[in-house]
């Protein structure tokens, strides 16, 4: 899976789209999931997230995840709001207070997941930048011999 910052930030919009459509919509009432299934479909995203990155791991680049990130994310999105609005309903906030509270929690869950994609993107190109001087470090080291 390619490591592009607007990719990444891209696919990180979708998914908190889609997160904030199906928790704005299940906590006003629109919707009504009972929590067990998707409680499991979560479960279920999360292990095909992991076969798909296996699978890439293995070479093997074929897989929605790898081709199309931002629907998968989009997809896990709708489910993980469906789950945050079960988190949110058990809190029992007055009516009067959901619309606000529905707006800050998805800036804060913007702003976090944002942080997130950096920090990672950070991460992967401090090791990226290391594993580079090391290889060259050892090309080095071959060359003086």
Partial sequence: MGYNVQAAVDTEHHLIVAHSVTLT??????INMPSAPVEAA????IVFLCVEIVHAQQGRRD??????PWVVAFLFGLLHGLGFAGALSEIGLPPSEVPLAL???????????LIFVFAALGVVALLRSAADKTASMNSLVRAER
């Fill in 25 to 30: 919509l299940a906590t006003l009432g629109y």
């Fill in 42 to 45: 979560i479960a279920l995203s």
């Fill in 63 to 68: 897989g929605l995840t790898y081709r199309s």
């Fill in 103 to 113: 707006l800050f929690f998805n800036i804060g869950v913007e702003i976090g997941q």
